[in-house]
C-alpha cells in the first residue's frame, strides 16, 4: 500500500514539472510567433531612468519594450533598441497589420506627419519609458548615415522635462547675472534719501500747512451745508427753471415780432430808396454846376459893366483882330 501511494506521489511530481516546463515553453515560444518590429532612435538628451525592458508606448498605449542601449562615441548620442509589437496597430475594420514591411511604411508616413519618439519619466518612481507622439513637422535633427537592414529609424525630439530643465537653468543663468548687491545698495541710498527728504523740516511745515488747509476746507463744506440746506437749493434750481423759462419766451416772442416785421420787403424798399437817393444826388450835383456857370457870366457882366457902363446902349463890342499902333 505504501509502495503504491509513493509511485501516485512520484507521478504527480513528474506531471507537475513536466507541466511547469510546458508552460514555461509555451511563454517562451510566444515571443517567437508574435510579429514584431526593431526600431532604433538616438537621443541626445540625458536617459538617466531609462533601462532594457522599459516600456515603448504609442500615445500612452503599451505597445513594446527597450531591447538595448548603446553609447555611439563619434557624436555621444544614446541609441535606444526597441521591440515593437505589429499587433498592436490596426486599421478601422479591426485588421492589425500583416507584415513588418506594411508596418513600416505606416511608420514612414506618420514620421512625414511630425511622429517622434521621447524620453518621459513614468509618474513619480523616477522609471522613464519611450514615447511615440506626434510633435509637430519639423525635420529631424539627425539621421543616421546608415542603418541595418529590416530596422526602421524613428526620430526622436527633447522631451518636455528636458525643455522644462533648459529653461530653468537658463533662468538661473540670467539670475546668476543679476547685482543684487548694486541693487541692494541703491536700494539703502534711496531709503536714506526718502528719510531725509521725510526728516526735511519744509515739507514737514508742507504737510501742517496742508493738514491746516484740509481742516479749514472741512470747516468751510459744513458751514456751507448748513448754509445751503436742500430747500434753498431746490428754490436756486426752480429760480434758474423758471429764468430760463422766461428766456425762451422772450426767444420765442422776438422770432414772432421779426417774422411779422417784413424783414425782407423793408430791405428791399431801403435798397430801393437808396437808389434813388444817389441818383437824386447826381442831378443834384449837375445843377450845382449850371447854377455855378450861371453865377460865373453873372460876375462876368457886373465886371463889363464897371468897367465900361456904356456898353449897356453900345452893345458888347468885337474886339479888333488887329490893333492899331
Known sequence: ????????????VLSGV???????????????????????SYMNDSVQGLNKGAAVKYKGVPVGTVTDLTI????????????????????????NLDTVASFYRFLDKEVKSGLRCTVEYSGITGMRYIEMNYIGNNSPS???????????????????IADIVKLVTVSLEKISKVNFDGISMKIEESLGAMKNLLNDPKLR??????????????????????????????????????????????????????NGSKVPETTGAIRVASTSI??????LK????????????????????????????????????????
Not at 143 to 157: C, D, I, K, Q
Not at 236 to 255: A, P, Q, Y
Open 278 to 283: 444817389m441818383s437824386l444826388e447826381e442831378d
Open 142 to 160: 539627425f539621421r543616421p548615415e546608415e542603418m541595418e537592414r529590416g530596422v526602421f529609424y524613428l526620430p526622436s525630439a527633447s522631451s518636455r
Open 205 to 258: 511745515s508742507s504737510i501742517e500747512k496742508l493738514e491746516k488747509l484740509g481742516s479749514t476746507l472741512d470747516k468751510t463744506t459744513s458751514e456751507v451745508s448748513k448754509v445751503l440746506t436742500e430747500e434753498k437749493i431746490q428754490g436756486l434750481i426752480n429760480n434758474l427753471n423758471e429764468t430760463i423759462r422766461t428766456i425762451d419766451e422772450l426767444g420765442k416772442m422776438s422770432k414772432t415780432i421779426l
Open 18 to 40: 513536466l507541466l511547469l516546463v510546458v508552460c514555461i515553453a509555451l511563454l517562451g515560444l510566444r515571443d517567437t510567433f508574435v510579429k514584431k518590429a526593431k526600431l532604433v
Open 286 to 325: 449837375i445843377t450845382l454846376q449850371k447854377l455855378n456857370g450861371a453865377i460865373d457870366a453873372i460876375t462876368q457882366l457886373a465886371n463889363s459893366l464897371e468897367e465900361d457902363p456904356s456898353s449897356v446902349l453900345r452893345g458888347k463890342q468885337k474886339h479888333p483882330i488887329f490893333k492899331n499902333k
Open 72 to 95: 555611439q562615441i563619434e557624436d555621444k548620442l544614446i541609441r535606444v533598441d526597441m521591440s515593437v509589437e505589429i499587433g498592436s496597430f490596426a486599421n478601422r475594420k479591426q485588421r
Open 1 to 12: 500500500m505504501a509502495v503504491v501511494n509513493k509511485f501516485r506521489l512520484g507521478l504527480f
